[in-house]
């Protein structure tokens, strides 16, 4: 089985504490990817979690689409939630590791065109399964304003300090042979969809229960792959937690191992 980079989108959340509890007593180390409103509203688990060991990053301030704003007003959702990052950091009287960005949505200002599909005719069905099957996205070619914005973020990230997450243990070709590899904003390599299952989502995607999320696990060809890291995304998010566990839970028992940013 492979090894998985654990990162974990929208904290803090009300079950933050529950959540990264359960995590330290399973041995699982995981990346929180916050948000700036939640953050400033309420630090303290965020605080917590960083005291425990966990990595604290960046997930923009008002969770918005990039296609949606101008590049200076993603620069300032970043910069904005970055001084609550350092603020959290000081509290809790640790240095920063390194600093991680993931976009709201994964939309890199390209909106539901997350990478360039048809680049690399090879990879085109696996990106997209990845990025796009099962969500209600336009699909749409990005025109070349959009294209200019990704890179201009990319651009400004390098610029303001922020790395990839890890990726020297991912063997998989479409991974390493596509843009993925020199982003600089986290990527991953499965999504767990465990946002589906909560009630405002719930029957409205293809996962409607915890059971079809595991199946989606065992059948996921990349995530068997022996030897390969795999970074998965899940979330926190109320309804979400004993989704959450479960999935982790499923994943310890066929013999995945978890590792450290």
């Not at 610029?159 to 063997?171: H, M, Q, S, V």
Request: contains cysteine; proline residues 6%; hydrophobic residues 40%.
């Amino acid at each position: 089985m492979s090894e998985i980079l654990l990162t974990i989108d929208d904290s803090p959340s009300p079950d933050t504490d529950e959540l990264t509890s359960f995590l330290q007593s399973q041995g699982i180390p995981a990346i929180l990817f916050c948000r700036g409103d939640r953050l400033r509203d309420n630090p303290d688990p965020v605080v917590r979690a960083i005291e425990r060991g966990f990595v604290a990053a960046n997930h923009a301030f008002h969770h918005q689409r990039a296609s949606t704003l101008t590049v200076d007003e993603v620069k300032a959702e970043i910069l904005e939630t970055e001084k609550l990052l350092d603020q959290a950091y000081q509290r809790a009287g640790r240095a920063r590791p390194a600093l991680y960005f993931r976009f709201p949505h994964m939309d890199r200002g390209t909106g539901g065109w997350v990478v360039d599909y048809s680049a690399v005719s090879a990879h085109e069905k696996t990106l997209r399964t990845l990025f796009a099957d099962g969500l209600n996205v336009k699909l749409d070619p990005p025109t070349a304003e959009q294209i200019d914005k990704k890179s201009r973020l990319q651009e400004f990230l390098q610029a303001a300090g922020f790395t990839a997450l890890p990726a020297a243990g991912i063997t998989h070709d479409w991974y390493r042979q596509t843009e993925i590899i020199s982003a600089v904003d986290a990527m991953f390599t499965f999504s767990t969809s465990d946002w589906m299952l909560t009630k405002r989502h719930l029957g409205k995607w293809p996962y409607q229960s915890i059971d079809d999320l595991k199946q989606k696990i065992d059948n996921d060809p990349w995530l068997a792959v022996s030897g390969s890291t795999n970074i998965v995304l899940a979330h926190d998010q109320p309804e979400v937690l004993p989704v959450v566990k479960a999935l982790v839970g499923h994943m310890l028992q066929k013999g995945f191992s978890f590792k450290p940013a």
